[in-house]
Every structure is written in C-alpha cells, then in structure tokens.
C-alpha cells in the first residue's frame, strides 16, 4: 500500500490479467435506433445479417442517415478513465474485436453495428484491480495537531520568528503575493473570509490568529508581509518585468545598428547576415496580427507594413516583439468579397462590443471605486 497525497488515500493494487492488444484501432459503425427496444432489436439483426451476407456497409449507414465513415481510436482516449455500464461495453467490444470482424452490440439506448477495420501498435495491456480508502483523520488527531499548532503560534508571535521557524517545527509556508480585496478567500481554501477580513485591516508585520477553515480540515495562520498602497506599483516590484522590457530594447537597438552598419539593401543580404533567420508567412491580413513561426511570436507590425506596401519593396529594419525584422511582399491577392454594409456595420459593433471591456479598467480608475467585496463575502 502507498500514500497519495493527491487525493489523501492509501492505495494498493492487483494485477488480474495480461493481454496483447492494439493500442490504436480504426472501425466504423452504424447506429440503430427504432420506436421501441423490440423494434429496435428486429432492425439492428436484419442490418447485421444483411452486411454479414455482403451488403455495403456504407451505403447501408447512408440508408439510416450516417456515413458510416472508418474513424481512429487509441488507448489514450479511454484507458485510465472511469468507464462503466454502456461505455465499459462499447470498449471492451471495439478493442476485443478482430480485424475486419463485425458485431451488433445492444446497449440500452440503442444497438450499434460495429466493425473493426484495421489495428496498428499491439502492446502488452494489463488488467488492474485497484483499492482506495480515503485518509480521515480522528478527532484526537486533529486536537493533537491544533494544540501543537496553537503553541507554535504562541512561541512565534512576530512573521520574523514564523518564517525562521516553521519549516523546522514541519509546517510549510506559502507565499501569496497580491492578495486583492476582490477575492473571497486565501490560498484557495474554503471558508477563510475571517482570515481575508483579518489581512486586510493589519499592519505590515502582524501575525494572525488560528484559523479553522477548510472542510473543518485545514488549520491558518496569517502573516502580512507588506502592503501595497493604492496608486503606482513600488518599482522594486516591477523591476524584473521592466528589465525585461529595456533588454529587449537595447538589443533591438544594437541588432538594428549592425543591420545599418552591414549596409545591406537586398533581402538576400540581410539574411546572409550573422544569426540571421528567414520565413515565409502566408495568409497576412491587416484583421488581425500576423504570427512569425520562425520567432514563435505575433508580430501585429507584419500585417500593418504588407497592407500597404508594394511587391517586392523591402522594408526599413522593424522592431518586433520577437526580434528584429525587414519584410519583403513576394504576393498579394485579393479576396473574392463584395462589401455588404449590414455585415460590416454587424462586425465592427461586435468588435466595439469587445473592445468596451478594456476601458473598464479606466473607469473604475477615474471613479475611484472603493473596493470592499472582501468584507461581505
């Protein structure tokens, strides 16, 4: 037996059987379904004698409305899943059967005509037998655990003193950066409202109290590490971010100055140059941005240069948001649309519509809005 501690079991396992079976198989089938089980049962073992006999499957399938189309299925589309009843039934059949073997299979809702196709990647598959019993905890147990986690609170009354001591007296700390007054609890555990009220009216330093939350299984003490107040982020932290934002400049800056210092004028030369790598993206439109799959980034700048530029012009160096770039329109069609001003005017208030969201952001800004959803949920 072994611990999960994923789900909070001990778990053990059997194995019952072996098999060799494909991992993946490609069949087809047909599904019969008439007033009632009787009639359904009489229509399913004529199409089955009639296919047996050598009638085309297909077209029997498009007779009831189906394709009767060959589709794929592999093993990752139902081993390791809780199936049962029906599904259990409609698997074991596809995976049992033989190339090319045909069955009618009566399930409760209706009978299937199913034939194997073709098997590919035959593997050993094992029959596994599986017991879980959920770890739960008595009630001397949880007392034993709040009292000895009472009296590290009680020994650790500062956040200094917890930080320094709580891995050692085996209770994990958890950082959680810009909690926001907007949520409706901490950490992702029901039931900490009183925590999250607690936070919100401390000083930077404070320690809390015990909280019992949870599912009457999680015991909480909070310690607030620093306050943001309202307004521009401190730059300590957006500092990594802004770093970023200046690197990627400053190379844009000096890849473009060696662009102008080589004196390159053809696309050819430009890509001749020292790490320098090309593409081809097709289908450019100036609706939406243009994604470099050779930058493995969108590049919203591509599509606003091919929409006015002229075949075969290269363009000036342009900053990208991954990389440095020169473009070069090799071919330009136009689409075979005649303009229809309902569609239009349909499109753009879709797109307005979306676009609104984004100034909410400002309004609550401009209104200074007081948020206090933490204190009544």
């Keep these: 037996p072994y611990y999960n501690a994923t789900d909070n079991t001990i778990n053990s396992f059997k194995k019952l059987a072996t098999a060799s079976m494909a991992d993946s198989i ?6 019969v379904v008439a007033e009632d089980a009787a009639k359904t049962k009489t229509l399913a073992d004529s199409i089955y004698t009639a296919i047996k006999g050598g009638a085309d499957f297909a077209e029997i399938a498009k007779k009831y409305g189906q394709t009767g189309e060959a589709t ?3 093993s990752a589309n139902y081993e390791g899943a809780q199936l049962d009843g029906d599904n259990l039934k409609y698997v074991n059949t596809i995976t049992t059967l033989g190339k090319n073997e045909i069955t009618n299979l009566n399930l409760a809702q209706a009978n299937i005509i199913v034939q194997v196709m073709d098997k590919k990647a035959v593997k050993d598959k094992y029959k596994v037998a599986v017991i879980k019993r959920p770890v739960e905890f008595s009630k001397e147990t949880y007392s034993k655990a709040y009292n000895e986690f009472s009296q590290f609170i009680a020994s650790n009354p500062t956040l200094e003193k917890m930080v320094a001591n709580a891995e050692d007296a085996g209770y994990k700390l958890l950082d959680r950066n810009d909690l926001y007054s907007s949520e409706h ?8 409202k009183e925590a999250l009220r607690w936070a919100f009216s401390a000083k930077t330093g404070e320690v809390s109290g015990l ?19 309202a307004g521009y982020r401190p730059l300590a932290l957006v500092k990594d971010q802004l770093r970023l934002e200046l690197l990627r400049d400053k190379k844009a800056e000096k890849i473009m100055a060696d662009m102008k210092a080589a004196g390159a004028t053809s696309f050819d030369q430009f890509k001749a140059m020292p790490e320098a790598v090309s593409d081809s993206v097709k289908h450019v439109t100036f609706a939406a941005p243009a994604y470099v799959p050779v930058l493995r980034a969108s590049e919203p700048l591509v599509g606003a240069y091919a929409s006015i530029a002229e075949l075969n012009q290269l363009s000036a160096p ?15 069609d136009k689409l075979n649309e005649t303009f229809n001003q309902e569609t239009e005017e349909t499109t753009l208030q879709n797109m307005h519509a979306r676009m609104a969201s984004q100034f909410l952001n400002d309004l609550y800004l401009k209104a200074d809005v007081k948020d206090d959803r933490y204190l009544f949920f």
Excluded: H
Excluded at 214 to 229: F, N, Q
Excluded at 324 to 331: G, I, K, R, T
């Design 318 to 332: 342009i900053k990208g948001n991954g990389g440095v770039f020169v473009l070069q329109p090799y071919a330009k």
């Design 211 to 229: 909280y019992e939350c949870g599912e009457s299984d999680r015991m909480l003490v909070v310690g607030v590490s620093a306050i943001v107040p």
């Design 72 to 74: 794929w299925i592999s």
């Design 185 to 192: 609890g901490i950490g992702g555990i029901r039931g900490t």
């Design 26 to 31: 490609q069949y087809r089938q047909i599904q």
